[in-house]
Protein backbone atom coordinates (compact mmCIF):
# COMPACT_ATOMS: atom_id res chain seq x y z
CA UNK A 1 0.00 0.00 0.00
CA UNK A 2 1.88 3.40 -0.94
CA UNK A 3 1.42 5.75 1.81
CA UNK A 4 3.05 9.58 1.86
CA UNK A 5 3.87 11.08 5.05
CA UNK A 6 4.32 14.40 6.23
CA UNK A 7 6.29 15.79 9.18
CA UNK A 8 8.05 18.46 10.65
CA UNK A 9 5.30 21.10 11.33
CA UNK A 10 4.84 23.06 14.36
CA UNK A 11 4.78 26.29 15.90
CA UNK A 12 7.30 28.91 15.00
CA UNK A 13 7.71 32.65 15.32
CA UNK A 14 7.55 34.51 12.65
CA UNK A 15 10.81 34.99 10.80
CA UNK A 16 11.94 31.49 11.70
CA UNK A 17 12.42 28.59 9.48
CA UNK A 18 11.01 25.17 8.62
CA UNK A 19 12.04 22.26 7.22
CA UNK A 20 8.68 19.63 6.04
CA UNK A 21 9.95 16.38 4.80
CA UNK A 22 7.46 14.46 2.84
CA UNK A 23 8.10 10.71 2.66
CA UNK A 24 6.41 7.90 -0.01
CA UNK A 25 6.82 4.57 0.64
CA UNK A 26 5.02 1.18 0.03
CA UNK A 27 5.63 1.23 -3.98
CA UNK A 28 7.95 0.61 -6.11
CA UNK A 29 6.38 2.55 -9.36
CA UNK A 30 8.37 5.58 -10.94
CA UNK A 31 7.20 8.84 -8.82
CA UNK A 32 6.71 11.71 -11.40
CA UNK A 33 6.17 15.05 -9.16
CA UNK A 34 6.15 15.86 -5.41
CA UNK A 35 3.94 18.83 -4.82
CA UNK A 36 3.17 20.61 -1.46
CA UNK A 37 0.39 22.86 -1.32
CA UNK A 38 -1.65 24.19 1.75
CA UNK A 39 -4.88 25.25 3.22
CA UNK A 40 -5.52 27.70 5.35
CA UNK A 41 -9.28 27.96 7.46
CA UNK A 42 -11.95 29.40 5.31
CA UNK A 43 -9.41 28.92 2.10
CA UNK A 44 -9.14 26.79 -0.54
CA UNK A 45 -6.12 24.36 -0.51
CA UNK A 46 -3.55 26.01 -3.13
CA UNK A 47 -0.35 24.89 -4.51
CA UNK A 48 2.72 25.95 -2.94
CA UNK A 49 5.75 24.15 -4.56
CA UNK A 50 6.09 21.86 -7.03
CA UNK A 51 9.45 19.41 -8.06
CA UNK A 52 9.61 16.84 -11.22
CA UNK A 53 11.44 13.67 -11.25
CA UNK A 54 13.53 15.93 -13.54
CA UNK A 55 14.29 18.46 -10.97
CA UNK A 56 11.82 21.10 -12.34
CA UNK A 57 10.71 23.25 -10.21
CA UNK A 58 7.56 25.57 -9.61
CA UNK A 59 6.61 28.21 -7.07
CA UNK A 60 3.83 30.56 -5.86
CA UNK A 61 4.32 33.99 -6.37
CA UNK A 62 3.84 34.51 -2.25
CA UNK A 63 6.73 31.95 -1.70
CA UNK A 64 9.17 32.50 -4.38
CA UNK A 65 12.16 33.55 -2.42
CA UNK A 66 11.74 32.51 0.44
CA UNK A 67 10.75 28.84 -0.31
CA UNK A 68 12.99 25.61 -1.04
CA UNK A 69 11.75 22.60 -2.46
CA UNK A 70 14.05 19.52 -2.81
CA UNK A 71 13.93 15.89 -3.39
CA UNK A 72 15.95 12.92 -3.08
CA UNK A 73 14.73 10.00 -5.50
CA UNK A 74 16.85 7.37 -4.05
CA UNK A 75 14.79 7.74 -0.53
CA UNK A 76 11.53 8.70 -2.03
CA UNK A 77 11.21 11.99 -0.11
CA UNK A 78 10.65 15.65 -0.96
CA UNK A 79 11.63 18.51 1.45
CA UNK A 80 9.92 22.09 1.56
CA UNK A 81 12.21 24.43 3.52
CA UNK A 82 10.66 27.51 4.37
CA UNK A 83 12.56 30.61 5.27
CA UNK A 84 11.30 33.92 6.37
CA UNK A 85 7.92 32.52 7.36
CA UNK A 86 4.66 35.00 8.16
CA UNK A 87 1.81 34.83 10.19
CA UNK A 88 0.02 34.10 6.76
CA UNK A 89 1.79 30.59 5.79
CA UNK A 90 0.07 29.18 8.67
CA UNK A 91 -2.16 26.30 7.32
CA UNK A 92 -1.92 22.80 7.01
CA UNK A 93 0.52 21.81 4.56
CA UNK A 94 -0.09 18.77 2.79
CA UNK A 95 2.03 17.21 -0.13
CA UNK A 96 0.77 15.01 -3.46
CA UNK A 97 2.70 12.11 -4.90
CA UNK A 98 2.00 11.91 -8.13
CA UNK A 99 2.61 8.72 -10.48
CA UNK A 100 1.69 7.36 -13.59
CA UNK A 101 -2.31 7.53 -13.57
CA UNK A 102 -2.26 7.99 -10.05
CA UNK A 103 -1.85 10.81 -7.43
CA UNK A 104 -1.99 10.50 -3.87
CA UNK A 105 -2.24 13.10 -0.74
CA UNK A 106 -0.75 12.95 2.24
CA UNK A 107 -2.99 13.43 5.70
CA UNK A 108 -0.89 16.87 6.33
CA UNK A 109 0.87 18.52 9.06
CA UNK A 110 0.23 21.84 10.69
CA UNK A 111 2.42 25.18 10.35
CA UNK A 112 1.41 28.02 12.65
CA UNK A 113 3.50 30.89 12.02
CA UNK A 114 2.89 33.38 15.68
CA UNK A 115 3.47 37.37 14.81
Known amino acids: QVQVVESGGGWVQAGGSQRLSCKVS????????WGWYRQAPGRQRELVAS???????NYADSVKGRFTISRDIAENIAYLQMNSLKPEDTAVYYC?????????WGQGTQVTVSS
Open 26 to 33: GTTLALYT
Open 96 to 104: KADFWQLSI
Open 51 to 57: ISRGGST
